[in-house]
């Protein structure tokens, strides 16, 4: 295990996972900045990506050329089997905690 | 999506994501971003777009993931593991360049050699004077002390030392293992049966020899130099005196008196030490006992002084002892600032400032000045590169758009030029290798001392070669490669031209126009030097050399010699003296003007009829041949000069006696109007001219004009029947006077081949741009003829350009040449000299002129005479 997932960096991943191959720059931003209320810069979120394909959990790959945004390729993400795990397993360590919670969690 | 027409995309952030990033990929960056900004303006109206857009440019600026992208690709260009094959591919397709452009290639090729030629002169001296003396084993310990001497003019650095400093440090300080004594100025003249054999030496101190590593071919070094009047040869002098190989423990008479061979030594080679002979240190000393030398804190005039430290003692240990020197000086002599260096042997030369150098003189400025000789040879050879490069471009367009359409970057393609240029100069080199070999002996002897040098190929010298045929290389080929990188692959595949703007051709121009002014500076000194040379052999030296034999008079009895001469009819008139006119004089006489001061001047002897002899003009008196001089009273000549210095020194009760330091009195019968009797560089000098047979060295025959070859072997065979064992030798006055000015002959042969380089170089590039220009125009030249232009226009139209460039180089180059030949150049070869003349002018640009339009007229003649049919048919 490459250490743990930061916070935003698992919203991103997980993100990533539910927007499957439609995975792109301004798609993930908009999703973040929507279900999460955030007011993310394509800056910031780039920069979270790279680390995140630096780190093994990402790959990424550049599409065909589109009609809009000038003709330019977007670049799609992907998660690879580490970042799979990496989730699983911020999840079981999660769902522990959850249940071995001695304070009520429930409202 | 439609909204991208009716919104105006703000372009600025993506200008500079782009030159932020330079190589580095973003394109789905700024696809992320334009995509969000046009959202933006959907949802939130243009304002708040443009607002978000500028906060995204500078979360994008300063994000991990652009400045590593940046990162990257900088890295993946200069070091992907393609690179070696993409040399590899450069190399072969700059091979295919240079075999399809054979004219380009080869223009360059030669212009390149014949200019990297006199660099790699420059750059072999250089290695060999910076490798002097790091042959002597112990080079690490030994020093040379040099006095600084701080005045009201200036600050200077000697590097002799007073001539007590020896003494003092030895017996001071022990760590000194010790001390060489070296005193410049050994200057005998031999007596070599009969002709004179002057030598050039030191006196040196017993441990010069061991000291140093100058090894010895016969004789023991460790007292080859410790008796009075012993003589240490060079090789080459011993054999110039004497036919047996080990002449050790013979005798040589000399005028300093007679000196003992002690031993020979291998001629000095990589050294700044430059003798012919070394005579013992106290032989100076006994010829000079009147001065105690331990003692003598006021003299350094040709002292010098050489310590070797003891082995393990750092040289800081010096500095306390140099201190306390000072501090004696600064007694001695309290109006001056006084301190002493230590310079290590192997940093004397080359030299900055540095007075009195001991030997040869190897400075930095000489140095400096031949690399800024050979640069100035080469640069007209760059400037061809660059500028057939640029003439081109027309035709490597297509391939440089072609090239960047697969994707080569702006940097792949400065490479594969630079390649291109490296590899073109590196090909050069060896033909300047070659010319190199040829020049090299020349050179070399033209140079003072240039014998010494060890100059010769080996692995520094050729590397050092390779090193700068690739600076060259990439010097002479970053102009062509960031125009060649810049092109719009867009237009030049389209067709249409490079946008050649006004400031490359401007820069073609300027070019041109400075290879024609150096090649007119260089012609017009060539001019110059042939004017002053034949100024100085026509110029009125104020005697007369015409049909004027000398015979030198040794070792025979003078007076008879003379009275038998005298008899050949052809002999108009015979006189003798001591010292050639035209020929440097030595000061050897000390006047006393008044009590208390000397004066040294010139002195020649001369015999009866010396100036009627010579046809020398007398200003006033007569030439006193025929007055007797008494004993206390000697009859003398002098110069003008001489009564002109004299007065300096106040008035006199009698004007026409003067007293010599060897107490002699003299009175002045007659003053000569002041003449050259030295060579023209050199200022007239009071001399003055005493009557003596016995001092005189030569006869002067003045000869009848006709027949003289049969006069010559008439004398021969009376000196024979009056001595037979000293043979006839003669030669006539005029050769020795010009002897006096071989040097302008030696700059005379440098400035011809320099001029030779360049001209040759500038009229290379002339006959290519010409060559480029007019295939270029190939078609509009066949469009003018069949519309009715005629030969003579065309002439006109296509030679028009380059004349106006000649004609602004003449501009910029002649009044360049009158104030470096006329103020500088000509006045430090020679003091008196005439100045630039008008013709060596016009006859430059005469020159010039004539190259430049041969050049044109051989180029313009092709095209203008093909049938304008064919050249419109071709594509």
Known sequence: ?107 | MSLHSDHKYPKWGVKLLKWWSKNAEIEDLLGDLEECYFDHISSKGKALAHLYYIRQVVSLLASYTLNKRRKDAKLKVYFTPTTISMIHNYTIVALRNFKRHKVFTTLNLVGLALGMSISLLAISVILAVFDLDEFHTKKDRIYQIGTIIKDDQGTRQYASTYNAMANYLASNYPFIESTVRVKSGFSPTVDHRGSEVPLDGYYADPSFLQVLDFPLLYGDPATALSKPNSIVLTQSAAALLFTIENPTGLLITTDQGDFQVTGVIVDPKQSHFYFQALTSFNTHTTANSSTPMEHDWQHFYRNYLFLMLKEGTSPTAMTSALQNAEKITAERNPELAISFVSVALTDLVPSWNVYHSLGLDWDLYGMLFFVGIGLLVLLPAVFNYINLSLARALKRAKEIGIRKVMGAEKFQIKMQFLVETILLSLLSLIGAVLIFMLIKDQFIDMMIGGETLNISLNVITVSSFAAFAIFIGVISGIIPAYYFAQLDPIVTLKGGSPKSGTSISMLKKSLFVFQFGLSLIFMIGVGAIVHTYSYALDYNHGFDSENILVVPLHGINKEVALQELATQPQVRSISTSSNLPGVMLPTALEVLPNATDTMSIGQVFIGSGFVENLQMELAWGTTGSEQQSSFNEEVVLVNRKFMEARRIFGDTPDSLVFKTSDGRNCKIVGILKNFNFEPLNEEIAPIVFRYSLEQSNYALLTLQPTDIRSTISDLDAIWTSIDQKVPFQSYFLKDEVEKAYQYIIIQFKIFVFLSLLAITISCLGLLGMVAFNTENRTKEIAIRKILGATNKSLYIVLSKEFLKIIIVAVMFAVPFSYFFYDKLFLPMLMKNSAGLGILEVIVGVVVLLSMGLTAIYFQTSKVANTNPANSLRTE
């Open chain 1, 1 to 107: 295990m490459k250490g743990f997932l930061g916070e935003f960096e698992e919203l991103v991943l997980l993100t990533i996972a539910n927007l499957g191959v439609d995975a792109y720059g301004v798609s993930i931003l908009k999703d973040i900045n929507e279900r999460a209320n955030r007011n993310l810069s394509i800056g910031g979120l780039h920069s979270t990506l790279t680390r995140l394909e630096e780190k093994g959990y990402l790959t990424s790959a550049l599409g065909e050329p589109t009609n809009e945004r000038g003709g330019r390729r977007k670049r799609y993400f992907e998660l690879t089997a580490s970042g799979i795990s990496g989730l699983v397993d911020m999840k079981s360590l999660r769902d522990e905690l959850w249940k071995n919670a001695k304070v009520n969690l429930s409202i």
